[in-house]
């Protein structure tokens, strides 16, 4: 793998060139990141969801052992070898046509992404299965979270290595999917605008969304982007820092801040940097959050609470995953037994993984 970065001449900002530094424009032209399943690899998976069914496997601690597959899993450790130092995401397409209950795709998803990591807790709640549908909350609330509603996502990234999403319903319309590369984001950001690249690798407040340790501050202090040896690592949540400006002790963002938030969501939503994604029932995405942004665009739901937009989430600890900066793991997030980022993980709330939100 080539790691190259050099630094902009005029203003000493790094400059990356490497496997995560990808336009959108060139890969919807050649989608190389969908691995479609072949049949042989559909009856591998459905064979390892029936044997983890029969010995009454818990989602919460699956293992790659609990969940052994033939050829499928030598091809999921490329496919992971991608995810986590490569372009940074893929499409798993192919669990459709096995006609799972929910049950089962459960299964299926929490067993392939044991092959990627860890499972994290989500929530306060400890969910390592989480929900993402509509679950009529309001978001001016400040402990609402943007999965839990129908609304516009802006680009932004989640907590763990790893976010892994299984389509289970799609939506009356709208729920597109949209990626962008964080590394490429910042490399043109250094070129438009390096005062405000520059600004980006500052320390800003976030929230917590009111899912705090005891003793823990309500928010958390990070840069948005922050270069660590030779890769870019990005942790944006626009809407975590703009909902931090709440809290008692946070410094009102200046100008040049909010100047640098837009940027940053405005250069990801460009024609040419995002790759946009329709998921269809059975599809799995994975992305690494620390190299690439995502988004959504708002949905409307049927009419009938059970064919509601739904989606599965993971959270994956990923102990071969990228070298990181110190701060993910003392400031931002705790830390797993593997030293990875832990998620939202509360002392004594124990993990669950509900098949249903509640
Ligand atoms: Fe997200």
Redesign the pocket.
């Known amino acids: 793998m080539s790691t190259e970065f050099a630094c902009d001449q005029e203003t000493g900002l790094p400059v990356f060139q490497n496997e995560q530094c990808w336009y959108g424009r060139d890969l919807q032209q050649s989608p190389e990141w969908v691995y479609e399943l072949s049949g042989r690899e559909q009856l591998e998976v459905r064979d390892a969801v029936a044997n983890a069914i029969e010995r009454n496997v818990d989602l919460v601690s699956m293992t790659t052992a609990d969940f052994a597959l033939g050829s499928f899993g030598v091809r999921l450790v490329e496919i992971g070898r991608e995810i986590k130092h490569g372009r940074g995401f893929a499409l798993i397409r192919g669990l459709n046509t096995l006609g799972l209950t929910l049950q089962e795709q459960a299964c299926a998803f929490r067993g392939i992404g044991a092959h990627f990591g860890e499972a994290v807790s989500q929530n306060a709640k400890g969910h390592v299965l989480g929900h ?1 549908a509509n679950l009529g909350l309001d978001y001016s609330d400040p402990t609402t979270r ?2 839990q509603t129908p609304a516009e ?1 802006r680009f ?3 907590a763990a290595d790893i ?1 892994g999403l299984m389509c289970i319903q799609r939506a009356r319309s709208g729920g597109l999917s949209r990626i962008a590369s964080s590394t490429t984001v910042w490399n043109e950001a250094v070129r438009h605008r390096p005062d405000l690249a520059a600004e980006l690798t500052k320390t800003y407040c976030f929230t917590r969304w009111g899912e705090e340790r005891p003793g823990q501050r309500p928010f958390f202090q990070i840069p948005p982007f922050r270069q660590h040896r030779e890769r870019m690592v990005a942790v944006f949540i626009a809407g975590a820092i703009e909902k931090a400006q709440a809290l008692p002790g946070v410094a009102p963002l200046t100008r040049q801040q909010r100047e640098a938030i837009a940027l940053v969501n405005e250069l990801a939503g460009d024609d040419e940097i995002r790759l946009d994604m329709e998921f269809r029932p059975g599809d799995m995405q994975f992305l690494l959050n620390h190299g690439i942004l ?1 988004a ?1 665009t708002a949905y409307e739901d049927f009419p009938e609470p059970d064919k509601r937009r739904h989606l599965l ?1 993971l959270w994956l600890a990923c102990p071969d995953g990228p070298a990181l900066p110190d701060y993910m793991t003392t400031e931002f997030q705790g830390r797993t037994a593997s030293g990875r980022p832990d998620g939202i993980h509360l002392p004594g709330v124990e993990l669950k993984a509900n098949l249903f939100p509640d």
Do not use: K, M, N
Request: charged letters at 25%; glycine letters at 10%; aromatic letters at 10%.
């Open positions: 993402v943007g999965y996502l932004h990234t989640d976010v995502h959504r989430r």
